[in-house]
């Protein structure tokens, strides 16, 4: 599995399309999946969203979203940072921000390599 991060905007999921040649219906799409299909394709984007989403729902548990995507077959992963910049005063926004990091930290232990997308070019941090 392999991890893309970068800033909002910064074209991860066009750079993931072409460096692996890979479809956007190969991808879940974290802002509107449904929570059990969202580890199911070869890869996801806006991690990050999901990860509110789920926190929105009263799911708490980010372990539980670390063993799914672990567990899975997943190919790539793209999430936006998000912890970085000024310190959310919401309750939601602050779990989102934390979650997302402990998630990223700790599944990109198990990532083969992890690539930052800076304006359309990545740079790999891992592997």
Known sequence: MELIIGGAYNSKLDFALNHY??????????????????????????????????????INDYNKIIENIISSNMEVVICSEVGSGIVPLNEIDMKMREYTGRILSSISAHCTKVIRVYYGIPSIIKG
């Open 21 to 58: 040649n890979l479809n956007k219906s190969d991808f879940q799409n974290g802002a509107e999946c449904s929570f059990d299909d969202a580890f199911s394709k070869k890869g996801i984007y806006n991690l990050h969203l999901l990860i509110r989403r789920m926190i929105e729902s009263g």
